[in-house]
């Protein structure tokens, strides 16, 4: 073997022209050349490298490689193809050595013609590679070999098998990365919508046609592949555009996700969003139309995906006679659950939404045909804004469906019918605010929404009658349709903007005044039932007096818990969690007997605690009745249970200074603290439960009137998320009573658990997010909502400074919406008095100081 360069110069110039592709800004803006540069680039230096080897086999590029498709850390994959299985130990080691000490960090695989038949037989799935290779140097002719075999040994069986199994790993695929293509951190190449969906397509084509995709040519795969769709016209050469700029974008913000984290990456996080927009040509604040753009774009190929596999399925599958075939009217027939369109009559919207009404009522699905002419449709319609009023009428039929409202509305909106029917909703699409607790785009989100609501239908939970008792379903669907509608306006006092939208599009679907009212109404107050049950006090006469008097009647109350728990649901798989779903609840059912039995808020916590008190065991006993008298609070009844009440008063009337229970609850770890008030205690507590490396998610204030507090926390291991080891509350106990009596320095101690945080918050907390303090009036007290990104301690820190401040804290309730928290303070001053208007911007400016610091 003949080695005429040194591999360390190879590296070395390899590097070099390597780095002048990455930092070219213009390849950075058109992902074809940039893929194309670098992976012949690579073809290249291996060709150089490995110059001299006498190879009696074929050397193939496989994957992303083959399809020259390499982003900057993609794997750089070979294929050694032999004619028969020798030992070529010796050779690959050689070759493969000799390519990384040239700085070309290959994976191999090593193949001979026998591997066909037996992957065939044992790993079908992994036999995709065999017909995804491109020749780099090597013997040609066994190359040519090994792909007539390839094929000629794939016969219809293997093909069905092998589309079928296609099938179901991207179904596996969409479960495990997101079946939405508008996740707000999508993965680019596996999530719906992503750069896999479409490669998958190609191999299903190639495995149908018998077709190789790989030139010798300096083009991608997947241009050869789209140049294969126009010329047999499976697309029209509008759709081949608007494909062809979706996948280049995504395959573009793969590229830059390379670069900037400097290794493979294909997560597209916040972080990375900004940067991305700024580099491939979205510059300044319109960073927010590159993520739209990139939805667009995802919405796009899991559209034309879709519509593909539903091809290959009908290719594969044994076909129906026509016998089976009926005709629902003039223009659709149905046949084994699939709507055609068989008159050649031109597809106006009304048509196109009575088509919608028909796949909702059977429960059935587009042919390939007519799904591609609605999509053209349309484009055409958005191009020419050309709608006829009367589309409205089976609008409102779909709404009144008795199931599939979801599933269609779904279906429409990812064919653009949503949007292009109410322009209104347009905007909706691909909208998301930064920062904020949602996992999707703000149109997804909202049809999630109706799905849960719908999903409700079967159930048996108070929620699910609710739902089946609901005589007008389709004013609570346009509800939740209208609940963010004006969101892109502006985020802040989207509820009322909302109302009027809802007025106006309802007028125009021709909606009478007492329903648009009720929808106005769902729209205007669909965040107050969250507000006032994660963020109030339950147990306040005031709280339910105020809201309350919101509802002229009780069913207005049901249609906004309804609407309340679709929102909720549809935010993330952590925000709807037990916890909440009881908060809710009980707002609900107390305002519900408001409403009904016409009380105050006082005339009910009064009743209810003298049942409880009534139904106890301890009815008789003066301790008992003297305590729950002495803290006079509902929520402690609701709290704890009688034993645990009991527990309470024993260690009280034993007289120890501290008294420290532990129980596990759900998915926290429950802290309850006896001990008597004292200057800055919660926040002394809060910040003992921080170094000892707890999350607080809740906590509660109880006071006696003889100064005696009992104070509980629910708790989690901040680093797991999960509950604390029982191996670790001597711990918690004893600096629990060091703080309580005042013989541990909270502050040096927290400062030192810091240190050591750092690194865990930087993974744990990743959003930038915003802080805003706001006050609002109450009879009896001044209440302060604290938002803010979360960090831990952040709570001990926020209480500290409300200590510092002169104020005291009589109700507490903690909120964690994922990075984010709202936390929200009941305080008066030392002197029992409430704060002073004029006192609200020194707190605001000291509250966010605290704040900024610990971010």
């Known amino acids: 073997m003949k080695q005429t360069v040194d591999p360390f110069k190879i590296k070395e110039k390899y ?268 510059e300044g604040a319109s960073w927010q139309k590159y993520m739209k753009k990139y939805f667009d774009s995802a919405n796009n190929i899991k559209r034309f995906s879709r519509t593909m596999m539903k091809r290959f399925e009908e290719e594969v599958t044994p076909q129906i006679s026509d016998h089976f075939m009926i005709e629902l009217d003039d223009d659709f027939s149905i046949k084994n659950s699939v709507i055609s369109i068989y008159s050649n009559a031109e597809l106006t919207f009304s048509i196109i939404l009575r088509a919608c009404y028909y796949r909702g009522l059977h429960d059935a699905r587009f042919d390939e ?189 049901d249609l906004l818990y309804l609407l309340t728990y679709a929102d909720l649901s549809a935010v993330s798989q952590v925000v709807w969690t037990q916890w909440k779903s009881d908060l809710l609840f009980e707002l609900y059912s107390k305002s519900k007997t408001m409403i009904d039995e016409r009380l105050s808020g006082q005339d009910l916590l009064s009743s209810t605690i003298r049942d409880i008190i009534s139904s106890s065991e301890y009815i008789d006993d003066d301790n008992f009745k003297d305590h729950i008298e002495a803290i006079d609070d509902l929520g402690y009844l609701q709290n704890f249970s009688q034993d645990e009440i009991n527990k309470h008063i024993e260690e009280i009337q034993k007289g120890i200074p501290v008294s420290v229970f532990f129980k596990e609850v759900g998915g926290f770890t429950s802290i309850t603290i006896i001990t008597r008030d004292a200057e800055a205690l919660l926040s002394r507590l809060c910040g003992t439960l921080s170094i000892n490396d707890l999350n607080i998610h809740d906590a509660k204030i109880f006071t006696r009137k003889d100064g005696i507090v009992i104070d509980n926390f629910n708790v989690t291991d901040f680093r797991t998320g999960t509950l604390v080891d029982e191996s670790r509350y001597h711990k918690i106990t004893n600096d629990l009573n060091l703080t309580i009596e005042n013989q541990l320095q909270i502050t040096k101690e927290f400062s030192k658990i810091k240190s050591k945080w750092w690194r865990i918050e930087n993974k744990l907390f990743k959003r930038k997010g915003k802080i805003k303090i706001e006050f609002e009036k109450h009879d009896k007290f001044t209440i302060i909502d604290v938002y803010s990104p979360d960090r831990l301690g952040l709570l001990y820190q926020i209480t500290k400074k409300i200590n510092e401040l002169g104020l005291s804290i009589y109700f507490a309730k903690i909120n964690t919406k994922a990075d984010d928290i709202v936390d929200s303070f009941y305080l008066l001053t030392k002197d029992r008095k409430k704060i002073s208007p004029n006192d609200y911007q020194l707190i605001t400016f000291e509250l966010t100081e605290t704040i900024n610091e610990m971010l």
């Open 15 to 282: 590097y070099t022209d390597r780095e002048r592709i990455f930092n070219n800004p213009d390849l950075s803006k058109d992902s074809f050349q940039f893929c194309i540069k670098f992976t012949v680039l690579v073809e290249e230096y291996i060709i150089k490298a490995l110059k001299g080897y006498k190879l009696n086999c074929a050397i193939a590029s496989v994957g992303s490689f083959s399809r020259r498709e390499l982003s900057p850390f993609s794997d750089i994959d070979l294929m050694f193809i032999f004619e028969n299985a020798d030992d070529h130990d010796q050779l690959i080691k050689e070759c493969i050595t000799r390519l990384w000490d040239s700085g070309i960090e290959v994976s191999h695989t090593v193949r001979d013609f026998s591997d066909i038949d037996k992957f065939l037989e044992e790993d079908l799935h992994s036999y995709t590679q065999f017909f995804e290779t491109r020749f780099i140097l090597g013997n040609s002719k066994i190359y040519n070999a090994w792909n007539d075999q390839v094929f000629k040994s794939l016969n219809d069986d293997y093909k069905k098998k092998l589309i079928l199994e296609f099938f179901e790993d991207i179904k596996l695929r969409h479960k495990k990365f997101g079946e939405s293509a508008k996740v707000l951190e999508p993965n680019v190449k596996y999530t719906a919508g992503a750069l896999r969906d479409l490669q998958v397509v190609e191999w299903m084509y190639c495995l149908k046609n018998n077709l190789f995709l790989t030139s010798q040519k300096e083009i991608t795969q997947t241009e050869i592949f789209f140049d294969i769709l126009k010329k047999n016209k499976i697309l029209i050469p509008r759709a081949i555009a608007r494909l062809t700029e979706s996948y280049k974008l995504l395959l573009a913000t793969r590229n830059q996700l390379h670069l900037l984290s400097e290794h493979k990456n294909d997560r597209l996080e916040f972080t990375y969003q900004e940067k991305i927009a700024n580099i491939i040509g979205f």
């Open 369 to 557: 045909n007519l799904r591609t002419k609605i999509i053209e449709a349309v484009i055409d319609f958005e191009e020419t804004q050309n709608l006829e009023y009367q589309s409205s009428v089976f609008f409102r039929e779909i709404l009144n469906l008795h199931k599939n409202v979801g599933k269609t509305l779904d279906v429409m909106n990812e064919l653009g019918i949503i949007g292009a029917f109410m322009s209104e909703f347009k905007d909706l699409v691909g909208f998301f605010q930064p920062g904020v607790y949602h996992c999707y785009t703000a149109d997804e989100h909202t049809l999630i929404a109706l799905s849960n609501l719908e999903k409700l239908g079967e159930e048996s939970s108070i929620l699910g009658k609710l739902f089946q008792a609901t005589e007008r379903k389709d004013l609570l669907y346009l509800g939740v349709l209208f609940h963010d509608i004006a969101k892109p306006i502006s985020i802040s006092g989207h509820e009322v903007i909302g109302a009027e939208i809802a007025n106006s599009v309802m007028e125009r679907l021709g909606y009478d005044q007492n329903e648009i009212q009720i929808v106005q109404f769902l729209v205007r107050y669909h965040l107050n039932m969250e507000q006032v049950a994660f963020r109030r006090n339950l147990n306040d006469a005031t709280t339910l007096n105020n809201f309350v008097s919101l509802f002229p009647n009780s069913e207005l109350l």
